[in-house]
Nanobody, 132 residues
Framework: QVQLVESGGGLVQPGGSLRLSCAAS????????????IGWFRQAPGKEREGVAC????????YYGDSVKGRFTMSRDNAKNTLSLQMNYLKPEDTAVYYC?????????????????????WGQGAQVTVSS
């Protein structure tokens, strides 16, 4: 059973930066983090869960939502089984609970980000608040 544990949320002023991390573990023998598509999603109060950034299995395809393109960067370190979301130039509208998620063998990053229900494994969520 894959487990994802998030860290790094907090309070930041508009224009500031935060880095979210997600530690992955529990892979079935013979499989690695690289076999999984990864998504970062966020959910603000009263709103639906939104795909922020997604990367396919094998890092073959990436997708960023229009609202974060050019400001957020996702990465993964398959050797260390860690995922990261670097968030720069944060805005008040970025305030939300952020989740990392994993899906075995996902290939179309854009479609994956539009379909959070397709992901099998989820982190516990990290609150990000952008406010002065």
């Amino acid at each position: 059973q894959v487990q994802l544990v998030e860290s790094g949320g907090g309070l930041v002023q508009p224009g500031g930066s935060l880095r979210l991390s997600c530690a992955a573990s529990g892979f079935t023998s013979g499989f690695t983090l690289d076999d999984y598509a990864i998504g970062w999603f966020r959910q603000a109060p009263g709103k639906e869960r939104e795909g922020v950034a997604c990367i396919s299995s094998g890092d073959l395809d990436t997708y960023y939502g229009d609202s974060v393109k050019g400001r957020f960067t996702m990465s993964r370190d398959n050797a260390k089984n860690t995922l990261s979301l670097q968030m720069n130039y944060l805005k008040p509208e970025d305030t939300a609970v952020y989740y990392c998620a994993a899906l075995w063998e996902g290939w179309d990053a854009g479609r994956l980000c539009a379909s959070p229900a397709d992901f099998d494994y989820w982190g516990q969520g990290a609150q990000v608040t952008v406010s002065s």
